[in-house]
């Protein structure tokens, strides 16, 4: 009995070392399965990290090529518009060539386009010669410069005080008009006629009105101020309402005969007027006033022309602005410093 205890213990022994070593190697390759797993895990997400950076490199790249080529392409045609708007300007150059001619529109193929535009320098204000001309009591004048601003929006007393700082900047005295402006703290009239129309800016008064889009469109300092007459062949509409006696119906029934049959400035079918009196009758003017605004109102007497060139290429415009003066019959100059590219 006691034998048989003893190969019973032992057989029990055996099998439990033989359990323990099965249960050690199980916990062995457990250990290692959740490590192979933890290690595959890390690689994966390290992975993952690298595709999402590489995927954000090449994004960014996609986009810098993008923007990169937008801006090439958008300069090209920022360029070839300013070249199509300088062939424009150099067309209007030519003797030959004439305000509403063919020649001053074209295209150098799809969306490449430039229009020019000639206007007598004569349908704007000279602001020097009539500053001139108030300065020395010019009744009539002033009260056309004071009509225009009112048609330009402008109140009452802004309109006495923009015309007195006016005359206070360009007259050679430091007296100060009842409205102007005469040297002061950080403001020093030159006391002098106007140089470039750009100064006026600089002037009490105009700081609103010259703030404006277009203020400018009406008024000049390149026509000869001997002359300093408004011709209406080339006014524009404000201008022609602010002349004594006109309406609007009158300058609208004007305005449609200079136009011609297309009803658009500047082409080859315009009305052609052949004299003074011819321009004042088609104004509405009878006889006996035609004599009194004669002084006033001139027609092609002033030689200087504003030529306007539009260029466009794709959605890019550029617009090149000077002034010509006629120099005989076959000669033009360009007037000096008046070449602008916009």
């Not at 001619?101 to 150098?108: R, T």
């Not at 003074?276 to 030689?303: K, M, S």
Request: aromatic letters at 6%.
């Amino acid at each position: 009995m006691g034998a048989l205890r003893k190969l019973k213990s032992s057989v029990a022994a055996v099998y439990d070392r033989r359990n323990e070593s099965v249960l050690s190697s199980s916990a062995v390759i457990d250990r290692r399965y959740r490590k192979r797993r933890s290690t595959r895990g890390a690689a994966l997400m390290l992975s993952l990290w690298a595709l999402f950076l590489l995927s954000a490199m090449v994004i960014s790249w996609a986009l810098d090529i993008d923007t990169r080529l937008t801006l090439s392409g958008h300069a090209t045609r920022s360029l070839e518009a300013e070249a199509l708007a300088c062939s424009g300007a150099e067309i209007a150059l030519h003797p030959a060539v004439k305000a509403g001619s063919v020649l001053l529109h074209g295209s150098f193929g799809p969306g490449k386009t430039f229009r020019t535009r000639i206007t007598g320098e004569a349908g704007r204000f000279n602001l020097n010669g009539f500053a001139t001309a108030l300065i020395q009591g010019d009744q009539q004048r002033l009260e056309v410069l004071k009509k225009y601003l009112e048609l330009k929006g402008v109140e009452l007393d802004e309109r006495d005080r923009m015309i007195d700082c006016l005359l206070d900047w360009v007259d050679a005295d430091n007296v100060e008009r009842l409205n102007g402006a005469e040297e002061g703290p950080g403001y020093k009239p030159p006391n002098r006629l106007l140089q470039r129309i750009e100064e006026v800016k600089r002037i009490k008064g105009w700081e609103e009105f010259t703030s404006k889009e277009d203020w400018d469109a009406d008024f000049t300092i390149n026509t000869q101020q001997s002359l300093n007459k408004i011709d209406p062949t080339w006014a524009s509409r404000d201008v022609l309402l602010s002349l004594p006696g006109m309406t609007e119906p009158l300058v609208d029934q004007f305005l449609t005969l200079r136009r011609g049959p297309d009803g658009i400035e500047g082409t080859e079918d315009d009305a052609v007027f052949h004299s003074l009196t011819e321009v004042l009758t088609a104004l509405g003017y009878p006889q006996p006033v035609q004599n009194q605004v004669a002084g006033l109102i001139g027609f092609n007497e002033d030689p200087t022309m504003r030529v306007i060139s539009e260029g466009k290429s794709g959605d890019v415009t550029r617009i090149v602005r000077m002034l010509i003066r006629k120099a005989g019959t076959n000669s033009i100059q360009l007037v000096p410093g008046t070449w602008k590219e916009l």
